[in-house]
């Protein structure tokens, strides 16, 4: 059963940084491109950053272009998301998720690209 489980939110003032893992079991994901999602309340869930399987390649949404970072270590099946110079706007719950095409080197940003999602994290951005 594929499980994926997210950690590392909290309440951090404005400038601050945090690092978000997801840590990944029950498939071979080092075969999967991988994306972190965010949903703010009352928004829809969008896309924050991606990355494909041999982190070869990277993506970010322009909201967060400069100041994330998405990485992952294969060996350990965990994927992280290094957040600074964090704003107010960035509050959310932030997901993980899986892309469904296996070996895919291309990046997608659509949800339904993805199968398989955690639970989220909260992140809380203090002005």
């Known amino acids: 059963q594929v499980q994926l489980v997210e950690s590392g939110g909290g309440l951090v003032q404005a400038g601050g940084s945090l690092r978000l893992s997801c840590a990944a079991s029950g498939r071979t994901f080092s075969n999967y491109a991988m994306g972190w999602f965010r949903q703010a309340p009352g928004k829809e869930r969008e896309f924050a950053a991606g990355?494909?399987?041999?982190?070869?390649?990277?993506y970010y949404a322009d909201s967060v272009k400069g100041r994330f970072t998405i990485s992952r270590d294969n060996a350990k099946n965990t994927v992280y998301l290094q957040m600074n110079s964090l704003k107010p706007e960035d509050t959310a719950v932030y997901y993980c998720a899986v892309d469904r095409r296996p070996w895919s080197t291309a990046v997608a940003t659509r949800i339904n690209a993805y199968e398989y999602w955690g639970q989220g994290t909260q992140v809380t951005v203090s002005p």
């Open positions: 990355i494909s399987n041999s982190a070869g390649i990277t």
